[in-house]
């Protein structure tokens, strides 16, 4: 239990499509972020929030859409994917965002048919 | 070459030896921190090292940072089976509110 949940584990999707992927973190952080995990490439930060305001946008394509509603809640909707974009995604939290370590859910392995 | 690069991308080595995994970066830090990852899972946190510390040690685990070669070592001692996993060392850069991770050095212990 790593107080980081994401659902669903595993989604496969069309390219036409529309998802939403959740994270819920139980640890009372008021930071959270989406990395996505390809084979054979480091971890890409997508997006950071800090106390539910997007603090980091890595130049994520906007078929990536992310909404931090609390800070407890973190979801990113996906919308006409392409294949190059399976991958596992990651969710983290942390209770201060520079000097504290992040909390990892186990992730979604999204497949795009 | 990427920030947070690992070295080297693969060790295999038997129950019992140290394990040893190098880490380069490129920018100024706040600290730097090591991860492991098992197979099909998050990565779980094991050691964080400020920018002014130059060892740092958690049970088998060591740490050394060296901020004048922008590099880091993670030792595993006696190794067990269990600890196979691939290990990821982020660098916290100055100014900055998200860590930067390196490709990650993928470990295997034999028993």
């Known amino acids: ?113 | 070459s990427q920030q947070g690069e690992e070295d080297p991308q693969a060790l295999s080595i038997q129950e019992g030896e140290n394990a040893t995994m190098n880490c380069s970066y490129k920018t100024s830090i706040n600290n730097l921190q090591w991860y492991r990852q098992n197979s099909g899972r998050g990565l779980v946190h094991l050691i964080l090292i400020r920018s002014n510390e130059r060892e740092k040690h958690s049970g088998r685990l060591r740490v050394t940072l060296d901020t004048s070669k922008k590099s880091s070592s993670l030792l595993i001692t006696a190794s067990r089976a269990a600890d196979t996993a691939s290990y990821f060392c982020a660098s916290m850069d100055t100014g900055r509110r998200a860590l930067t991770f390196g490709s990650g050095t993928r470990l295997q212990v034999q028993p």
């Open chain 1, 1 to 113: 239990e790593t107080g980081v949940t994401q659902t669903p584990r595993h989604l496969v999707m069309g390219m036409t499509n529309k998802k939403s992927l959740k994270c819920e973190q139980h640890l009372g952080h008021n930071a959270m972020y989406w990395y996505k995990q390809s084979a054979k490439k480091p971890l890409e930060l997508m997006f950071v929030y800090s106390l539910e305001e997007r603090v980091e946008n890595n130049s994520v394509p906007s078929r990536f859409s992310p909404e931090c509603p609390n800070s407890s809640h973190l979801f990113l909707h996906l919308h006409t994917l392409q294949p190059e974009d399976s991958a596992l995604y990651l969710c983290a939290s942390s209770s201060n965002p520079s000097n504290q370590p992040q909390h990892f859910g186990d992730g979604t392995r999204l497949s795009i048919l």
